[in-house]
């Protein structure tokens, strides 16, 4: 009871309001903008912190990552333009419920499953976060791997109707994720000498590539009528999501834990939580239209609560354990020290008060980001009323500031070009780009887990069957691909037609 009225004491302090406010803002602006991530935000944000107290300084980081990573669903809906790759699984759901002229619907389920999925992970992290974060310090490189390796498995659900190309988009993907220095042994791959290649294709300019630049090649090169008319205005985003939320609360309510648990596997990330949530709605909505609104919907605020819900999970083992679920809170555990709130077991004796007010911020920032949120939507949203001729080349320059301001090289831009061209004859011949984007995300993880795990065992392939965890993982990875495998004979079988 002691800890409680403490609590209430710091988080009434009118000086922290203040500073939770101002962080929302510049999180929800950096968000909403391409290119600009919730790490950069958060980033940024470390010269200013340094002059502030403990608990404001972590509440300002808090709050701009939280509103960053929903406002990158913004530019995704409006322009098809994911603001952060946390966003990435959902844009094209999310922009072709704009183009069907439902803007309001696409921008609101995805600020309240956001919201809701801040909110269950904030009560998670403050009631379970040491056995959560005892579990995740079980998993080695090889638990890693197959969680991957599960993930990649997702390229299935995500990758359309044909298989074939599906397969032949995650491949592509893949074969760009190994472009650049061996994560392991450093040697330089498929660089052909430009030292531009050394580190890699970025994630952000593939990203901006991949989604924008192939919508703006599509956009410019439709015919004058039909769908190049101007964009239907936004309209009303919080009207009847209550109901939209109940109705979806089994898909916001897996979101959710998904996202809490790979968010507290240090080095996940929003981001596959994201893909992985999306991928399991996708894969319950079998036999069902996939373009049909309620599936979009369904998929859209799983994969929405994932992303933000990851967030709260990150925080468990940084504040356990002081071990980085994500960058993020490797600032955060950097901040903390500096401040003297050492992270760890100890915490919980020696700071109660700070690290349970620390908690109690991810509820206000989560519900602070429902009004906050819909200002910086109806902001936003007046650039739909822009003319097409106008507006084209107007999201073309932020592509490019986006993936310059990244990169800070000029290289990056021309990535966005080449990636935007392939992206758009891609879609030319109806080839899925999700499953691109997901070995672009994995294929690092895949790779690396993989070769440290051979290494550390001389070489011995049942290195990845030897741990509990590991032979857990490893037959639902497996599992997946055989009942993928059977179900697809089963669906042939069927649509065989019978001999009489």
């Not at 010269?47 to 990573?69: L, Q, Y």
């Not at 929903?70 to 995704?76: K, L, N, T, V």
């Not at 809701?116 to 638990?143: I, K, R």
């Not at 070769?451 to 069957?465: A, H, I, N, R």
Request: include cysteine; proline fraction near 6%.
């Amino acid at each position: 009871m002691v800890i409680l009225t403490d609590v209430l004491g710091v988080l009434l302090d009118v000086h922290l309001l203040l500073v939770i406010v101002a962080s929302a803002i510049y999180g929800l602006v950096l968000g909403a903008i391409p290119g600009l991530t919730a790490l950069m935000a958060t980033a940024l944000l470390v010269p200013v912190v340094m002059f502030m107290e403990p608990v404001p300084a972590i509440a300002a980081i808090i709050t701009s990552s939280a509103m960053a990573i929903f406002a990158g669903d913004i530019p995704g809906a409006l322009m098809r333009m994911p603001g952060t790759p946390a966003s990435a699984a959902y844009t094209d759901d999310a922009y072709s419920l704009t183009r069907e002229g439902k803007a309001g619907l696409s921008l609101g389920a995805g600020l309240f499953s956001s919201v809701l999925g801040g909110l269950l992970s904030a009560l998670v992290l403050t009631l379970a976060a040491p056995n959560l974060a005892e579990l995740a310090l079980q998993f080695s490189s090889v638990e890693y791997f197959w969680l991957a390796v599960l993930g990649l498995s997702c390229a299935t659900f995500v990758g359309g109707s044909s298989l074939l190309k599906g397969v032949a988009s995650l491949l592509f993907g893949l074969g760009l994720s190994t472009i650049g220095m061996d994560p392991v042994s450093g040697t330089p791959r498929f660089t052909f000498g430009v030292t531009n290649l050394l580190g890699g294709l970025g994630l952000i300019p593939l990203l901006i590539g991949v989604f924008a630049v192939s919508e703006l090649l599509r956009t410019v090169t439709l015919p004058p009528t039909g769908e190049r008319r101007a964009q239907p205005a936004v309209g009303s985003v919080s009207a009847g999501m209550g109901r939209l939320m109940w109705r979806h609360r089994r898909e916001v309510l897996r979101g959710s834990t998904l996202g809490t648990l790979v968010g507290a596997l240090p080095g996940a990330g929003a981001d596959i939580a994201a893909w992985i949530s999306y991928a399991v709605t996708r894969r319950s909505q079998k036999g069902k239209d996939p373009n049909a609104l309620d599936q979009k919907v369904e998929r859209l605020v799983s994969a929405g609560a994932a992303n933000n819900a990851a967030l709260g999970g990150a925080y468990i083992p940084a504040t356990v354990f002081g071990i980085p679920g994500d960058a993020i809170t490797a600032i955060v555990i950097s901040v903390m020290f500096l401040k003297g709130l050492n992270p760890g077991p100890t915490i919980f004796l020696n700071n109660p008060t700070a690290i349970y007010s620390i908690f109690a911020i991810f509820f206000v920032a989560n519900l602070l980001m429902i009004p906050l949120g819909i200002l910086c939507i109806r902001t936003f949203g007046l650039i739909l009323k822009v003319p097409t001729a106008y507006l084209t080349p107007i999201i073309l320059l932020f592509c490019i500031v986006g993936a310059f301001s990244v990169e800070n090289t000029l290289f990056a831009v021309g990535i966005i070009a080449i990636v935007g061209l392939l992206g758009y004859f891609m879609e030319a011949n109806d080839i899925p780009m999700a499953p691109a984007v997901l070995g672009l995300i994995l294929g690092p993880v895949i790779e690396q887990t993989f070769m440290t795990s051979m290494l550390k065992s001389g070489g011995e392939v049942s290195v990845f069957f030897d741990r509990p965890l590991a032979i857990a993982l490893a037959v639902v990875t497996l599992g997946s691909w055989a009942l993928a495998g059977v179900l697809k004979l089963v669906d042939a079988a069927k649509a065989r037609p019978v001999l009489t």
